[in-house]
């Protein structure tokens, strides 16, 4: 959640404070981001609309706009990396009426293209499988290596394929 008593920010907020953006954070995260409005947002917390924004903006340091871009980009970062659908298909899921702006927003706030992102923190299984499986034929070489200098006293493999790591 974006607004949370120990959670990101600058300074700390008063008691009254954490009501208050609780009770927007339970707004925001009911309603689809298209349609948040900081001026609603605002009304319903009884304070003005500049009032808000200052708070907002003093205590995150970002524009409340900024904000809900932040959770849009999260938001198309999990399905990047747990999904194989097109970028065109997570940005418009994500609230981007354009992929051009999850693009722009997306290297804004990780530095990198969404296909860059996906590219560089994805796991690959196919890589994984053939690591988890190198893993296991090492312990199975290291085990028989083990046992046969139980046996014998001997470090000299005699034969033990792949025995070296």
Known sequence: MIFSAGGFGTIPFSEKQVRRFKQIAVQVAVEPAETQRLS???????????????????????????????????????????????????????????????????????????????????????????????TERSRFCVKAFVEKYKVTGSTNTGGIQGAAI
């Not at 319903?44 to 524009?63: D, M, R």
């Not at 990198?112 to 923190?121: D, L």
């Open 40 to 134: 609603r947002l605002a009304a319903e917390a009884g304070i003005t609309l500049q009032h808000l924004s200052q708070e907002i903006k003093h205590k995150y340091g970002y524009a409340f706009q900024e904000l809900l871009h932040y959770s849009k980009c999260s938001d198309a970062a999990k399905l990047l990396l747990s999904t194989d659908r097109r970028i065109i298909d997570i940005a418009l899921e994500c609230g981007f009426s354009d992929v051009k702006y999850l693009i722009k927003y997306f290297k804004l706030f990780f530095r990198s293209t969404p296909s860059e992102f996906r590219k560089k923190y994805r796991l690959d299984t196919n890589n994984l499988s053939a690591r988890i499986h190198s």
